[in-house]
């Protein structure tokens, strides 16, 4: 039946999909920036790396990202049948995730720095 494309089967795989895409595509938007850096370099100019500073609330929001989205994601793999039997490995792969895009990409900081930074003003 028509209905049954809403079951867990099928929008578990389709939540996986997505997180490990996005950590996939801020892996190479990372790499793209660090190539640009070092191509820079290489041309021997000189070239001023500024860093972003973050307050210390910014810390702090990073760790509340990295919470609730880890939540979500435990809370949809634990609840759902559709991965029965791989939970264990689905969980750690996703936390993995979450951890290396909300602590270690500079591209996904960016990016939830200024969604936050949006938010607060409005």
């Known amino acids: 039946m028509w209905w ?11 939540f996986e ?5 996005l950590a996939s595509w801020a892996v190479l938007m990372d790499l793209r920036e660090k190539l640009r850096i ?4 290489r041309t021997e100019e000189v070239v001023v790396a500024l860093k972003p500073s ?10 509340l990202v990295y919470g609730f989205i880890s939540v979500i994601a435990v809370q949809l793999v634990s609840s759902s049948e559709a991965g029965k ?8 792969l996703d936390l993995a995730a979450l951890m290396y895009l909300a602590y270690f ?3 996904f900081q960016t990016r939830v720095a200024r969604l936050v930074s949006w938010w607060e003003q409005s």
């Open 85 to 92: 039997g791989y939970r264990v490995f689905v969980i750690l």
């Open 105 to 107: 990409n500079r591209w």
């Open 4 to 14: 049954t494309v809403f079951s867990d089967q099928y929008w578990l795989w389709i």
């Open 54 to 63: 973050r307050a210390n609330n910014q810390g702090r929001r990073f760790h």
């Open 17 to 21: 999909i997505f997180l490990l895409g």
């Open 38 to 41: 070092w191509r820079e370099q």
